[in-house]
């Protein structure tokens, strides 16, 4: 087994709401998982406890072996890059202050030139401010501040949820080069079965704060594990199949 | 609060570091001239000075001596034995010993003494040839005008009717600025006054001679720490004996008629406007002073500010109590908070206590602005900041403090502003600033004096506002503006 994620029995709740029920799931070293489901099925709960945003309840989570917990989060937190849906760029630093924040003893501009070309970034808009960028381009920053430490792990929560489709469609294309590219181990969260089929190596259904069913969207179309599964993807049939 | 206690002690040992001689005075023409006197003799002997004017009564001017925040003020020997001795009858050398007991000295007498008189118009005292309180007895006609104080006091009215059987049928009580526009339009022919006042030479009266010394004798006299080095109190006593009545009411009407104590303190010294000091040295000292009180205030009202905002960012008991507190003395006005202060051992009158003050009244903007421009920051933020593994410090420090650096610029802003016209009430307790000039304008009720200092400080808020502004330029970073 190569995982380099593994959680055990973990669970969350908030208040008396279950945002993920006890869960065993590992994620494989060098894939692209995808979970996916409805709003509220506990995806982004789940990429949240990966990074310790938030406490679970109960289980463990192991990444590359070790147990997480309060001690090592900070050192784990270095190894791992996350990006969100508004991209979470600080406003006052320019794109390249956001993604050198934490690469200060690099080679900074090999690095970045390096960074720069992988993402597709112009080097010339380095200089600028987030508010100065369009929404495609943080999140190109947004994503070279996710891969300047070179993270064994990406975590992307909807990261192109907010992109006009144009947009949209050509940072998928340029995800899927630069995690192949990298080999990178990445779990990326998104409610869009088309996405999910085109960067994902493995999808993982999530219902209810629950996993539904986990395998690619061939095994998902084929065998589906109930009629949710059907359902989902009957629902996003005319996107998932073209 | 010890921390509080600590920053004020450093900022206010620094202004004592080359403290002058702290001259007092009390709330009338009178004391201002008298302490301006004893500042020219001071200065004349080679001591740095400083006057705090019209910092209140008997008690205040007393205890502040008393406890060795000012070194000198004016003070009559009446009040002497009424007020602080509480002893009427007490003997001139035992009044020496009792103050030497609280480490103040007393200067021989002046010269004059400034007591109750009866006042009448020239023209008419001279007509019906009255020059002594007995000639009244002669003229039931007259219409008398007395202050509401005099008709009640135990050493005032009742009693001298009774010592010189005066005829009582024309009395009324009547204001005492009232009294002399009456006196002088006729309706009244006699009224009370201090035998000083620079009415009796500018309205032509005269003060009828007290033939059966009924009034109580307020013979002025400095007090001084008997700290004081000995070429300091000589130089006091150098003035004994060169004041008499006519010398101190051409004085007072010096004063009165240029709005200028240190003009009547050179008129004194015979040499008219050689060292008066020019009104752009004093609008200088006055604004150095102001822009120090303020200065120092914000300066600590941002070191204690900031990081109470910080951990008032945080919900929770401890946000509210500190919110809670800080909106509490913004409510305490500002003359209330100064009294408050006086009666405290570590403050009583003084630099102190104005910068006190105005540090607890800058509070409140900087720490709600800070508490607010931290709890402005989206989730989003704090989230992408944690999850790179910031450390909670390393996440203040560079992204938190610097994002809501605009909203916390704005709060210091506000408290700068608001110290700045704040810090015109210090000179009620001597602090000085530009508030002297709107304190003594207020006393003399004169407009064009009170304008010299409230013009300057209107204006310096307005440059404060702006250096503020020009400083957001500096300070916030580019991407946030």
């Known amino acids: 087994m190569n995982a380099l994620v593994e959680l055990h029995g973990v669970s969350k709740r908030y208040n008396s709401a279950t945002a993920l029920q006890p869960t065993d799931l590992f994620f494989e070293r060098g894939k692209t998982t995808v979970l996916i489901g409805p709003s509220g099925c506990g995806k982004s709960t789940m990429l949240r406890l990966i990074i310790h945003l938030l406490e679970p309840d109960s289980g463990e989570i192991k990444i590359n072996g070790s147990p997480l917990s309060a001690a090592n989060v900070d050192e784990i937190r270095h190894r791992v890059g996350y990006v969100i849906q508004d991209g979470g760029l600080f406003p006052h630093l320019t794109a390249r202050g956001n993604v050198l924040l934490m690469a200060r003893h690099l080679k900074k501009s090999a690095r970045l030139e390096k960074l720069c070309a992988l993402t597709r970034f112009p080097i010339e808009a380095l200089e600028r401010y987030p508010a100065e960028l369009s929404g495609g381009q943080r999140q190109r920053v947004s994503l070279m501040r996710a891969l300047a430490l070179s993270p064994e792990l990406l975590l992307l929560d909807e990261p192109l949820g907010a992109l006009d489709p144009l947009v949209r469609a050509a940072l998928q294309k340029d995800l899927k080069e630069i995690f192949q590219k990298l080999k990178q181990t990445a779990i990326l969260v998104t409610h869009d079965l088309a996405e999910a089929a085109f960067l994902g190596d493995v999808i993982v259904l999530m219902n209810e704060g629950g996993i539904v069913q986990k395998g690619t969207l061939a095994e998902l179309r084929e065998h589906p594990a109930n009629s949710f599964v059907s359902e989902f993807i009957n629902a996003q049939r005319s996107l998932a199949l073209t | ?481």
């Open chain 2, 1 to 481: 609060m010890k921390m509080l206690g600590a920053l004020l002690l450093c900022a206010t040992t620094a202004l004592q570091a080359a403290e002058p001689i702290a001259i007092g005075s009390k709330k009338f023409t009178e004391s201002y001239v008298l302490a301006e006197i004893a500042k020219h003799s001071l200065g004349a002997a080679g001591f740095q000075t400083e006057h705090r004017q019209g910092m209140g009564g008997t008690i205040i001017l007393w205890e502040a001596l008393r406890t060795d925040q000012i070194s000198v003020y004016p003070e009559y020997t009446g009040t002497i034995a009424e007020e602080i001795l509480k002893n009427a009858t007490v003997t001139p050398e035992a009044m020496r010993d009792e103050l030497a007991k609280n480490g103040v000295g007393i200067s021989p007498e002046l010269g004059f003494n400034n007591t109750y008189a009866l006042v009448m118009r020239r023209e008419a005292a001279q007509r019906l040839s009255v020059h002594t309180i007995s000639d009244l007895r002669a003229h039931a006609e007259l219409k008398y005008g007395l202050t509401h104080e005099f008709l009640d006091r135990h050493d005032g009215w009742q009693p001298l009717v009774r010592r010189y059987s005066l005829p009582t049928g024309n009395v009324q009580g009547i204001d005492h600025g009232l009294g002399y526009e009456a006196l002088r339009g006729g309706s009244i022919d006699v009224k009370d006054a201090y035998s000083t006042d620079a009415k009796i030479a500018v309205s032509d009266l005269v003060a009828l001679e007290d033939d059966l010394h009924f009034f109580p004798q307020y013979k002025a006299v400095y007090l001084y720490r008997l700290s004081l080095p000995a070429d300091a109190r000589a130089a006091l006593q150098q003035i004994s004996g060169t004041l008499d009545e006519a010398r101190m009411i051409q004085l007072n009407a010096e004063a009165e008629q240029t709005r200028n104590y240190a003009r009547a303190a050179d008129l004194y010294f015979g040499n008219e406007s050689q060292t008066a000091e020019p009104f752009t040295r004093k609008l200088l000292r006055w604004t150095a002073r102001h822009l120090e009180l303020a200065g120092i205030s914000l300066l600590l009202a941002v070191l204690v500010g900031v990081p109470l905002g910080i951990v008032a960012s945080k919900p929770g008991p401890i946000s509210q109590i500190i919110l809670g507190l800080t909106s509490a003395i913004q409510t305490i006005p500002s003359l209330a908070l100064l009294a408050l202060l006086v009666p405290v051992p570590f403050f009583g009158i003084s630099v102190r206590t104005a910068i006190a003050a105005l540090f607890l009244y800058g509070l409140l903007p900087i720490v709600r602005n800070t508490a607010t421009g931290l709890q402005n920051i989206t989730p989003s933020i704090r989230e992408s900041a944690t999850a790179l593994g910031l450390t909670s410090g390393a996440r203040l420090r560079q992204i938190y403090l610097p994002i809501a650096s605009r909203t916390i610029l704005a709060g210091i802003k506000t408290s700068a502003v608001i110290n700045i016209g704040t810090a015109t009430l210090a000179a009620l307790i001597g602090a000085g600033g530009l508030g002297e000039p709107i304190i003594s304008g207020l006393n003399l009720n004169d407009h064009a004096t009170i304008l010299q200092g409230a013009i300057p400080a209107a204006i310096l808020a307005l440059l404060v506002q702006w250096s503020f502004d020009l400083l957001d330029l500096l300070l916030i970073p580019r991407g946030l503006r």
